[in-house]
């Protein structure tokens, strides 16, 4: 496990969550991983911040809510299958790891797991969460990416953890 900025690797890590990373999060005994293709990285409140949206639709809307924390995992390499399937199947219907042979491990400082793989993690303590507003929303991307009007809550997690994995 090796240690590592969190924006030298913010870079790269975009890139990769673009063709999907995994979004784990737990709750009491509830636990869920969710594919992601969107983040941010950034410094705000004298912290380092990953931001990541998930839709109320989604069943790890519920698990967030009322978690504390979350983790990001960046797959070093190829699990393309994986993440279509963690994106288009719902924890509500069935254990996502179990159907992709996913196994996780404790993370370092939060109480939601991380996927184990080799790979970048970043384990982050929810800061700030907000719904998103239309009303402020471009009108091009409301059009294209919201067609069903099933906005996402945003996600602000402090950055306690950036490390990689073999």
Same mark, same amino acid.
């Given at each position: 496990?090796?240690?590592?900025?969190?924006?030298?690797?913010?870079?790269?890590?975009?890139?990769?969550? +673009? &063709?999907? =990373? @995994?979004?784990?999060? *737990? #709750? $009491?005994?509830?636990?869920?991983?969710?594919?992601?293709?969107?983040?941010?990285?950034?410094?705000?409140?004298?912290?380092?911040?990953?931001?990541?949206?998930?839709?109320?639709?989604?069943?790890?809307?519920?698990?967030?809510?009322?978690?504390?924390?979350?983790?990001?995992?960046?797959?070093?390499?190829?699990?393309? +299958? &994986?993440? =279509? @399937?963690?994106?288009? *199947? #719902? $924890?509500?219907?069935?254990?996502?790891?179990?159907?992709?042979?996913?196994?996780?491990?404790?993370?370092?400082?939060?109480?939601?797991?991380?996927?184990?793989?080799?790979?970048?993690?970043?384990?982050?303590?929810?800061?700030?969460?907000?719904?998103?507003?239309?009303?402020?929303?471009?009108?091009?991307?409301?059009?294209?990416?919201?067609?069903?009007?099933?906005?996402?809550?945003?996600?602000?997690?402090?950055?306690?953890?950036?490390?990689?994995?073999?």
């Amino acid at each position: 496990m090796k240690d590592i900025g969190y924006m030298s690797s913010a870079d790269d890590s975009i890139h990769k969550i +673009k &063709e999907g =990373a @995994f979004l784990t999060v *737990k #709750s $009491g005994n509830a636990v869920n991983t969710m594919t992601i293709g969107w983040a941010t990285f950034g410094f705000i409140w004298r912290k380092p911040i990953m931001m990541v949206a998930v839709r109320s639709t989604r069943h790890t809307f519920g698990i967030i809510e009322a978690a504390e924390d979350f983790t990001v995992t960046v797959p070093a390499g190829d699990m393309r +299958k &994986e993440a =279509a @399937f963690c994106g288009s *199947k #719902s $924890g509500r219907d069935m254990d996502k790891f179990k159907a992709c042979n996913l196994e996780i491990a404790d993370s370092r400082s939060v109480a939601s797991p991380i996927i184990k793989t080799r790979g970048r993690h970043y384990e982050c303590r929810i800061i700030y969460k907000s719904a998103m507003d239309p009303t402020h929303l471009d009108k091009d991307c409301d059009s294209s990416l919201y067609p069903q009007k099933d906005y996402h809550t945003l996600y602000f997690g402090e950055i306690l953890a950036c490390y990689e994995t073999d």
